[in-house]
């Protein structure tokens, strides 16, 4: 079974390898940022140099190096896994970075979950 990782509105689920053609992502002053607050300013990071980050037609991918956490301002460090639903640091691997989804029957629209 994949792993997958649940930290607050972001969600790591393991795959087998990169796609091909990867833009590589530089880390900035906050640490290679998963996800963007849509409000608040908060933000879903990864401090340490543990993990190379990439993107492709709009997604995100990481690949993790050695176990590591995810710094954000109001959750706990530690990710939940979904397999254990135990709080453990990110397991070396390769991830796609995904964000929940929720689905509003009256307006017949699909959106992505705010945290």
Do not use: W
Request: proline share 3%; glycine share 6%.
């Amino acid at each position: 079974m994949k792993k997958i990782y649940f930290h607050g509105d972001v969600t790591l689920i393991e795959v087998d390898n990169l796609p091909k053609n990867m833009k590589k992502v530089k880390r900035d002053k906050r640490g290679f940022v998963l996800a963007e607050g849509e409000v608040s300013g908060h933000y879903h990071a990864v401090k340490e140099e543990t993990i190379e980050m990439y993107e492709k037609d709009g997604i995100t991918y990481i690949q993790v190096n050695e176990p590591t956490e995810i710094f954000h301002q109001e959750h706990k460090s530690k990710p939940i896994n979904l397999k254990t639903g135990l709080e453990e640091k990110i397991k070396k691997g390769i991830y796609k970075i995904d964000f929940p989804r929720e689905f509003d029957h009256f307006e017949q629209e699909s959106r992505r979950v705010i945290d």
